[in-house]
């Protein structure tokens, strides 16, 4: 079955480069080449895509609007942004939007292709600088909110008690994993795919979504991507 790709960017020669690329590659066909996002709306309402490639500074709609409205249209189609930007502000709108993927226009052919394939088996794939991005962001955040909830507890209680921050939150969350899921959760850390799990820990993949499963619900978190970015700050 081919995976149905839709190309939305501003820059022609890149699509088309793309297209070949893409058509290229077993599997994969790209159904349609749109110039910005209200093009690939109209487009996605009418045909059928699987994925989509997505830059974010378009004229008439960007692709962070994109990315939400794709998703109130069909939250099955998965959503890669290919894009040159990776400041603070446009990852994390799109992320919260919805997008499946966020990689960057040097990343090469196969880091693509990859992506493209992570996303259709439910994975999410960041960019090593993107993802470098948000671990220093959580890393600020993680700190700001320790620091403000000692500040709170001296207030309260006279510089007498430090009450549960974050950090013993999320090591209660840690310890509470298996030895089994702490190894699947430390390979997912590092980017492996439930089918690479399997191989390395010679288990069946019905198994390893088993476990992830488990320790999504201990984790409290539901989207892959965003348990990546949890597991890779606290227990790498």
């Not at 088309?16 to 709306?41: M, Q, R």
Request: glycine share 6%.
């Amino acid at each position: 079955m081919e995976i149905r790709i839709l190309l939305v960017d501003d820059e022609p020669l890149l699509i088309e480069s793309l297209e070949i690329i893409l058509n290229n590659e077993d599997g994969f066909k790209v159904v349609g080449l749109k110039n910005n996002g209200k093009e690939a709306l109209d487009f996605i309402r009418s045909e059928e895509v699987d994925v989509m490639l997505v830059d974010l500074n378009m004229p008439v709609m960007g692709g962070i609007e994109l990315i939400e409205e794709v998703k109130k249209i069909n939250v099955n189609i998965k959503i890669v942004v290919l894009t040159t930007f990776y400041d603070e502000s446009n990852i994390t709108s799109a992320l919260k939007n919805g997008a499946n993927g966020y990689i960057l226009k040097d990343s090469g052919k196969s880091a693509i292709i990859n992506a493209i394939t992570q996303a259709v088996s439910g994975n999410g794939v960041l960019d090593n600088k993107v993802m470098e991005k948000l671990t220093g962001l959580l890393k600020n955040k993680s700190e700001t909110d320790k620091n403000e909830s000692i500040s709170v507890d001296k207030t309260k209680e006279g510089n007498n008690h430090i009450g549960s921050n974050e950090s013993e939150d999320v090591n209660e969350i840690i310890k509470d994993f298996t030895p089994r899921e702490l190894e699947i959760a430390k390979l997912i850390a590092d980017g492996c795919t439930n089918s690479q799990i399997a191989s390395i820990l010679f288990i069946s993949e019905g198994t390893v979504k088993n476990y992830v499963s488990n320790i999504y619900d201990k984790a409290n978190i539901h989207d892959r991507t965003q348990l990546v970015i949890f597991l890779r700050e606290k227990i790498r």
